[in-house]
């Protein structure tokens, strides 16, 4: 038991039973969010950790796929928030996600942070539609499982911000989530699971969409994950039907590979 955990979430094991059938047959690809899995104090404590990113010697994206801000490592992580992520990176943590996703291959965790860590998106800025890479840099392991947990208060809809589950054949969107405070949205990274928040932020000034990331892998994964080969690649990028500004004009390359890949599915 946690104490990170609220109270109706400390049986970790018993909340991934019930729910595994729903997070296989979610549509339109494997995941799942809880509202108010943590205990309130605490998450409280780690929001008011959070940095302005945009400050810090953080990973600075800008540019026609994505504005956004990124931690590097562990380094601006606060000693509550530090914590945290160590607990979401632990055993008993582990052993929720193995039950809950279905996965046969062992998952572990990533010490690095690898493109994971806090996230901040500030007005204005986006993340398109996408496919996530889909091995560690470093470890080399293939990533399975993404897991976010949302600190935005007082998140009115139309702030936009959603995160968006697309359709592999990227037709329609799938699924919407809103990033409000102690959610935590859980999904499997393949080649077919495209998703993001790809419409610039609306909130007001002097606020921002913050979340905290973290990634999972394994030592090899099912074949039927790869929409092509089993080639290493980064992030993927995907036009969105009728969107004029999804323009991507210096991930060109990129864009030519998804395309690829869904005309190897036959979309």
């Known amino acids: 038991m946690s ?77 509550k928030t530090k914590a945290f992520m160590h607990y979401l990176n632990s055993e008993p943590f582990l052993n929720f996600l193995q039950e809950l996703t279905g996965i046969e291959e062992t998952l572990v965790n990533d010490p690095y942070f690898h493109g994971a860590g806090q996230h901040e998106i500030k007005p204005g800025g986006f993340l398109k539609i996408h496919v996530d890479f889909n091995k560690h840099k470093t470890l080399g392991l293939d990533r399975r499982i993404n897991v976010l947990v949302y600190l935005n208060k007082d998140w009115d809809e139309s702030y936009g911000g959603h995160f968006e589950l697309w359709k592999t054949d990227m ?38 969409r913050k979340s905290l990331a973290l990634y999972y892998y394994s030592n090899g994964r099912p074949a039927d994950e790869f929409a092509h080969s089993q080639e290493d690649h980064r992030t993927l990028w995907a036009q969105r039907p009728d969107a004029e500004n999804d323009t991507f004009t210096n991930k060109k390359s990129k864009v030519t590979k998804v395309i690829n890949r869904l005309k190897k599915l036959g979309k």
Do not use: W
Request: one cysteine or more; aromatic letters at 14%.
């Open 3 to 79: 104490a990170f955990l609220s109270e109706e979430y400390r049986d970790l094991q018993a909340v991934a039973a019930k729910f595994k059938d729903a997070y296989k047959n979610a549509e339109p690809f494997p995941s799942i969010y809880f509202d108010n899995v943590f205990d309130e104090e605490k998450l409280n404590e780690i929001l008011a950790e959070f940095p302005d990113l945009s400050k810090k010697d953080t990973t600075n994206y800008a540019d026609d796929v994505q504005v956004k801000f990124g931690s590097k490592g562990e380094r601006f992580f606060g000693e």
């Open 171 to 208: 037709s329609e969107c799938g699924a919407k989530i809103l990033p409000l405070f102690n959610r935590m949205a859980i999904f499997s990274t393949t080649d077919k699971s495209y998703h993001g928040h790809p419409d610039p932020l609306q909130c007001p000034e002097g606020m921002s």
